[in-house]
């Protein structure tokens, strides 16, 4: 197992307002103990290949590895040309997964938006037709898809298509390649969901290619109750914060045990740091705790 860190609480300064760069964010994560840095595609300014070899070589120079590239398709589009450039677009940035991180690295995999007018079925059909038809580029540059049980990409309109868990175990059944194809799991996106973590974690045990740890807090005065929506899920309420990985509501010690039990030895990467650099490095240690705790062999 290893450990990669994701600054969270920089993506808008660095994919949205550009009031700081990814090179600004490579040079401060020297002072984090992690052995890589996670990507966003937003975080990139060009696709040129000098400018990816640049924030190749800046990686490299900090120290790091580059394990996984998150990346945030819209494949339930109601418009048939916007999925195929979504598709096109996702090829494109498996090439630049490879180009960052080489062979067995990761590439995040979203189903799309949840759309009002698509229905449960449609949308299963679209992303099933659209992730098959960007697997050939994943298995020519040696790289891992990666389905993500998200909540919704922070420039999105809608939430994720597939946030519920019995749509995203749909979904996976639907896909049964596994050598290039695979589980992101997230838990703290399941307690998003409404739904419970581990059970969702013992589902896709046995396909889980990247693991993103983050926490979940309830605010003060605030119960579970309170974290329900209409529509079952829960979004990005206020009951719900941001904090120190493993000091929240996530159950990490069977996350770990789990994990360790199907010989999971991919990355693990923090999602931390929105209430600082601080608290981040302290997810770090606590990432480091458990990988000494259960996978020490």
Not at 30 to 36: E, I, N, S, V
Not at 208 to 229: K, M, N
Not at 250 to 259: A, G, K, P, R, S
Request: glycine letters at 8%.
């Amino acid at each position: 197992m290893k450990i990669a860190a994701f600054p969270k609480c920089y993506l808008d300064d660095i994919a949205g307002k550009r009031t700081m760069s990814v090179f600004d964010w490579i040079d401060m994560a020297r002072a984090l103990d992690a052995d890589g840095l996670e990507m966003y595609e937003g975080f990139f300014t060009s696709l040129d290949d000098a400018y990816l070899a640049r924030v190749r070589d800046a990686i490299a120079g900090a120290g790091f590895e580059m394990p996984m590239l998150c990346c945030s398709p819209d494949f339930t589009n109601p418009d048939a040309d916007l999925r195929k450039r979504a598709v096109e677009h996702e090829a494109e940035m498996i090439r630049v997964t490879r180009f960052l991180g080489g062979a067995g690295a990761v590439c995040r995999v979203l189903s799309g938006q949840r759309y009002p007018e698509v229905s449960r079925e449609q949308g299963i059909e679209w992303v099933v037709e659209c992730i098959e038809a960007v697997l050939p580029a994943a298995r020519e540059q040696g790289v891992i898809l990666g389905l993500e049980n998200h909540y919704k990409d922070g420039f999105w309109t809608y939430p994720e298509f597939a946030q519920k868990m019995d749509v995203f175990l749909e979904l996976l059944e639907a896909i049964p390649e596994r050598e290039f194809f695979g589980v992101q799991y997230d838990p703290s996106n399941a307690i998003v969901a409404g739904d419970d973590p581990l059970e969702l974690l013992r589902a896709v045990a046995d396909r889980v290619v990247s693991v993103h740890a983050s926490d979940r807090f309830l605010s003060p005065g605030a119960s579970l109750a309170d974290l329900r929506a209409s529509d079952g899920t829960v979004g990005y309420s206020d009951a719900l914060q941001h904090g120190v990985t493993g000091r929240g509501l996530n159950d990490y010690d069977t996350i770990f045990q789990i994990l360790r039990d199907v010989g999971y030895d991919g990355w693990v990467s923090i999602e931390d740091g929105m209430n600082g650099m601080e608290e981040m490095q302290a997810s770090l240690e606590f990432l480091h705790h458990m990988r000494r705790k259960y996978f020490a062999d």
